[in-house]
Nanobody
């Protein structure tokens, strides 16, 4: 099992920046994808960015050029640097770890952190 804890959310004005962090514990070596998702009120949860081991990064079109995902070499910490934030980025942001253990695929989630961008 992988446990995830996010930090770094908050209130920021449009055009500002925030950095989210995700700390993982447990079966870290089994993680093959580290990601960030978000869910705005009344909308479905959507992928924001992810790092796939050996395959690089992936971003939602809406955040390309503004957000950057990174992680440490041990895959125990990953980050989402968010620049030039827009009101439409307001959402609860969740870190996600996809892993494979004993032949089974797992999706683990953090508790979420609120990001609010004021206009």
């Amino acid at each position: 099992q992988v446990q995830l804890v996010e930090s770094g959310g908050g209130l920021v004005q449009a055009g500002g920046s925030l950095r989210l962090s995700c700390a993982a514990s447990g079966s870290i070596v089994s993680i093959n994808t580290n990601g960030w998702y978000r869910q705005a009120p009344g909308k479905q949860r959507e992928l924001v960015a992810s790092i796939l081991s050996g395959l690089g990064t992936n971003y939602a079109d809406s955040v390309k050029g503004r957000f950057t995902i990174s992680r440490d070499s041990a895959k125990s910490m990953w980050y989402l640097q968010m620049n030039n934030l827009k009101p439409e980025d307001t959402a609860v942001y969740y870190c996600n770890a996809k892993s494979e253990r004993m032949g089974w695929a797992y999706d683990d989630w953090g508790q979420g952190t609120q990001v609010t961008v004021s206009s």
